[in-house]
């Protein structure tokens, strides 16, 4: 996703010209419309073209809201889809969605058209970011998957970011824009024959023989003498024997302990996402040139997931999350200390704040999924981005707080990063404990016990050693 910044000047103005929208999530423009600001009729979509100015100015805030209300549908969607179809059906078939009707956007003729297609869109582009996560998560070693969901998804994400103030700067006409945008994903399609199902999906559906043949392939293409027999078939005749356990989403709330877990998950994904989405769309208000701005802002996502792989590899994960939330957060109180006119220091401190927001939103996806098993894995890490779509869709409405006083959003974010960093330190740890197959399993993971309400069977059965793991 990529995140579209908010001005909070009233009426569509700003200071040194007329202020210009590219509603594909190109940011605001500050340059000067017209001979003096060299932009001339390249201009082709300002915010007036669909009233988007006086009384109709709170239309810009509600469509990046809009398209998160989307994106939070999706998170919930993808999630049981996925579970039900596969990995690799369901990825494929929410890139075309997101593909499509980017492209039917370029057809708009109204605000209204627009924001619908926008809220679809966002359905389908979390759906495959989701997805395409869980697929590398569930076919990758631990050592790759690390590098796979930090260095690998992260970075280049990261670097769409940086690209993206560029193509906005190039190209001013908006659908334009927004097909420049939207052709590479018609580059996605031979991967169709490159890209595997899960092999752990798979197994976890009984359908054992295909499993085999994409384990066998694997082994070969990395130079893997693999066991002739990698399943046995007595056991199999077994497992197909008994009854194939169904899953809903409820089952994210079957004992104490995983309601616990998931509830927490919820939170840090939600608060997380506020402060990241709110950095990203307050980086127009900051002094400065917008489209430097935004290219600053991605670039420092660049060394965040680098850090985030390193402290990965060797560190606990409830450990490391806290402690860059705890900076990231403290940084941004830091703000409030800073004379107006030391305007590159705050810029400075911003940066260093997202740094440590985005470190830990990256490693979001490695802890939740570590922490649930294959058959509900992609529901949860559904279910939690879900709860973070609900922080990005109030994450515009923090910036325009800062209308009212420019230091109430970073005390707001900064305030509430500290305390889900907190929250985290009460996580069961997952470093160096392998990925849970089933419900049963998980329910062996050391949780906290929450009050002195007497342990229910359920809980005995799950855990007879109830620890808290605080500090």
Known sequence: MRPVPIRTEPAGWRKGGQRTWHPSGAPWSGARVGPAGGLGSRCMLSCWQWNLVCEDDWKTPLTTSLFFVG?????????QLSDRFGRKKVLFATMAVQTGFSFVQIFSTSWEMFTVLFVIVGMGQISNYVVAFILGTEILSKSVRIIFSTLGVCTFFAIGYMVL??????????????????????????????????????????????AEQIIQKAAKMNNIVAPAVIFNHLELQELNSLKQQKVFILDLFKTRNIATITVMSVMLWMLTSVGYFALSLNVPNLHGDVYLNCFLSGLIE??????????????????????????????LLLIQVVPKDYSSVSIALVMLGKFGVTSAFSMLY????????????NMAVGTASMASRVGSIIAPYFVYLGAYNRLLPYILMGSLTVLIGIITLFFPESFGVALPESLDQMQKVRGFRCGKKPATSADREENPKVLITAF
């Open 71 to 79: 994106v939070l549908c999706g998170s919930f969607v993808s999630g």
């Open 165 to 210: 103030p560029l193509f906005a700067y190039f190209i001013r006409d908006w659908r334009m824009l927004l097909l420049a945008l939207t052709l590479p994903g018609v580059l996605c399609v031979p991967l169709w024959w490159f890209i595997p199902e899960s092999p752990r999906w798979l197994i976890s559906q009984r359908r054992f023989e295909e």
């Open 302 to 331: 660049v060394p965040a997931y680098f850090t985030a792989w390193l402290l990965l590899r060797t560190l606990p994960r409830r450990y490391i999350i806290a402690g860059v939330l705890f900076w990231g957060g403290g940084v």
């Open 366 to 377: 490695v802890f939740t999924a570590e922490l649930y098993p294959t058959l509900v894995r």
